[in-house]
Nanobody, 128 residues
Framework: QEQLVESGGGLVQPGGSLRLSCAASGFTLNYYAIGWFRQAPGKEREGVSC????????YYADSVKGRFTIARDNAKNTVYLQMNSLKPEDTAVYYCAAELKYSPSSGCGFRLNQYEYWGQGTQVTVSS
């Protein structure tokens, strides 16, 4: 069964760091673009970052540029989101998602309905 599992969330003070992991089982991430999304209470789910199949293209929401870094390790079938300089407004449930890409050169985006698989989410809370 195809599954994405996020981990690495938790409680961190403002200015701190966390690294989220998104591990796939039942399928290989090599053929997928991966997106990270987040949803805060009372707000819509929003795109945070995404990475293309070949890691040649990465995209970030303006709110996280310069603070978050997405990377993939296809050998481990895992994608990571390194989050530095965390702010209270980063508090949310973070989800990873996978979109099948037939072309290795295809990019990625933040349209929710383009992703076939979603993880269950991991809570990130930034608070002093």
């Amino acid at each position: 069964q195809e599954q994405l599992v996020e981990s690495g969330g938790g409680l961190v003070q403002p200015g701190g760091s966390l690294r989220l992991s998104c591990a796939a089982s039942g399928f290989t991430l090599n053929y997928y673009a991966i997106g990270w999304f987040r949803q805060a209470p009372g707000k819509e789910r929003e795109g945070v970052s995404c990475i293309s199949r070949r890691e040649g293209s990465t995209y970030y929401a303006d709110s996280v540029k310069g603070r978050f870094t997405i990377a993939r390790d296809n050998a481990k079938n895992t994608v990571y989101l390194q989050m530095n300089s965390l702010k209270p407004e980063d508090t949310a449930v973070y989800y990873c998602a996978a979109e099948l890409k037939y072309s290795p050169s295809s990019g990625c985006g933040f349209r929710l309905n383009q992703y076939e698989y979603w993880g269950q989410g991991t809570q990130v809370t930034v608070s002093s």
